[in-house]
């Protein structure tokens, strides 16, 4: 077995349990994509992702085996603080362990992505989307007729409206990229910057490029709704709600498929050949 071949195995038994994508990823994705739908479709796709992730455990269990975790962090036994107690050391303090490396840099990405989200959506003037996206129509971006540049409880209490219900729903749809782009890229940044794991930092790109995207149509959009016939083709993708949850349920259920294919790639069942 040549080196390559050994380190890959080794990366997926030391991941072997967040790499179970058809457990955790896709039904995620399905959970997501029910968010957006009719009662009917959420209900079957919630439904769905509830079974598949209580088959997909017994099937990795059964197919693959099991592998025993390690210790959350090597480099952290204990708290390292040192407290001065006349009574003696606290079990408390004893027995706590630092954040673990996903939860470490999940909250890292997600905080850092929401914060500058948060701040430039706060800097440029009103928007109003013209369009529904439940009949399918394709959506016109118009500045606002009075944009208010000053803070917001202030609009508040002289009787205006902070952000017109269209904006919020493109916020909300712009909130979503961000999110989800900055969960792949804790991943992806969680297990090593691995070149098999490229396509979690290739998903986040591709939503926290929607996002900026998004939060610049303030910029780009004019009083007569027109816009660059290029940032117009996925118009629709920044400013509809559904079509967020779409991308972005497809994202996770994409990243499922290609981390359970890592695993069966590596500790595919074995073979009769291979057991002699």
Not at 172 to 189: D, K, N, P, R
Not at 192 to 209: C, D, F, K, P, T
Not at 250 to 273: C, F, K, N
Request: hydrophobic letters at 50%; proline letters at 8%.
């Amino acid at each position: 077995m040549i080196t390559r071949d050994l380190d890959r195995i080794r990366f997926i038994t030391r991941h072997f349990n967040d790499l179970q994508g058809l457990a955790l990823w896709v039904p995620l994705g399905l959970v997501t994509l029910g968010l957006g739908g009719p009662t009917l479709p959420r209900v079957l796709l919630l439904s769905g992702a509830l079974l598949l992730m209580l088959g997909a455990k017994r099937y990795y269990r059964n197919t693959f085996g099991e592998v025993e975790l390690e210790p959350v962090d090597s480099s952290a036994e204990l708290c390292p603080a040192l407290i001065f107690s006349p009574a003696g050391p606290s079990s408390r303090i004893e027995g706590f362990r630092q954040v673990t490396p996903i939860a470490r840099h999940f909250l890292i990405t997600v905080t850092f992505a929401l914060v500058l989200f948060s701040f430039f959506q706060s800097i440029p003037p009103n928007i109003l989307i013209q369009g529904e996206e439940t009949l399918g129509q394709h959506p016109q971006v118009l500045l606002e007729p009075a944009p208010f540049f000053g803070p917001p409880l202030i609009k508040v209490l002289e009787g205006g409206v902070v952000r017109s219900p269209s904006m919020i729903r493109a916020v909300f749809a712009q909130a979503m990229y961000a999110l989800y782009g900055s969960i792949f890229l804790g991943v992806w940044l969680w297990r090593g910057r691995r070149w098999s794991q490229s396509h979690h930092l290739v998903l986040a790109a591709l939503l926290l490029g929607l996002s900026i995207l998004g939060t610049s149509l303030a910029y780009v959009a004019r009083p007569d709704g027109m816009i660059h016939p290029n940032l117009d083709l996925v118009l629709p993708a920044l400013v509809y709600p559904g079509m967020a949850l779409l991308l972005c349920g497809s994202s996770m259920i994409l990243a499922g498929l290609l981390d359970h294919w890592q695993i069966v790639r590596a500790l595919g069942p074995v073979t009769e050949e291979e057991s002699r």
